[in-house]
């Protein structure tokens, strides 16, 4: 069996498991909040980090028959907050997530702050999801129109009035935290994530996306040679093994 062909192979479906987050990155750039999605590809057997984010194994460290797998993780590290000077943006600087209500009722976690006000006047997401407060509570304004006022540590007054504190809650589990559309985060049942002691909320401020497009089209452009330089070697070994055949035949 010419195991050097299903090597080949699995190199492409990795590659293109790779190509298929690089895009995802480049059309959600522009999102909110958004976090970099990441792929390391290691050895079927015994795990072992073949390379990760386009980096290169060296030469001569390579492990006889290892074939690829990809693994996907997310990348938590903090956008750049931009100054929007709308009172209902906020951002958060340093760790912790906003946390809100998704429609049936539990609870998810997002670093997108672009809030508005449903006609009922309470707060919620762009996505029309409630965004609650430490004691997971929505937060309604009064009706006399005064714009809201959010103190750094996450407390939101109107006028005189305190309507609650925003729940800015962390994870020591990044790694468990799963993704769901619109730049939404969940831990598994059963777990729960712990409040931030001294939270910093920016009023007035958005977090863009982690990603940087230029590196990921650099990333294109190395999937893009890796890919063809796979179907090269498929080529070259395939004919190969039709000469040895047409040899014994």
Do not use: C
């Amino acid at each position: 069996m010419n195991i050097g062909l299903y090597q080949s192979a699995a190199a492409l479906s990795s590659l293109e498991r790779w190509q298929d987050a690089v895009s995802q990155n480049i059309t959600s750039s522009q999102v909110t909040g958004f976090k970099r999605r990441t792929v390391q590809v290691a050895g079927e057997n015994k795990g072992e980090l073949l390379y990760e984010k386009g980096a290169r194994a060296g030469h001569g460290e390579g492990v006889p028959a290892l074939f690829p797998q990809t693994r996907y993780a997310i990348s938590f590290d903090a956008g750049e907050n931009q100054p929007t000077r709308r009172d209902l943006d906020l951002a958060i600087a340093g760790e912790g997530f906003f946390k809100v209500r998704k429609p049936d009722g539990g609870i998810a976690y997002t670093r997108a702050g672009e809030l508005q006000a449903r006609p009922d006047r309470t707060l919620v997401t762009g996505q029309g999801l409630e965004i609650l407060t430490d004691f997971d509570n929505p937060i309604q304004l009064k009706p006399n129109g005064t714009a809201p006022v959010v103190l750094t540590d996450g407390t939101v007054r109107q006028g005189d009035a305190i309507l609650g504190k925003l729940g800015i809650v962390n994870t020591d589990k990044m790694g468990l935290l799963r993704s769901l559309p619109g730049g939404l985060f969940e831990l598994p049942e059963g777990m729960e994530m712990e409040p931030v002691i001294k939270p910093f909320v920016q009023q007035g401020y958005l977090e863009s996306s982690n990603v940087a497009p230029l590196r990921e089209m650099i990333d294109l452009v190395t999937i893009a040679r890796s890919y063809e330089a796979n179907q090269k070697l498929i080529q070259s070994r395939d004919k190969i093994l039709e000469r040895t055949l047409e040899t014994f035949i």
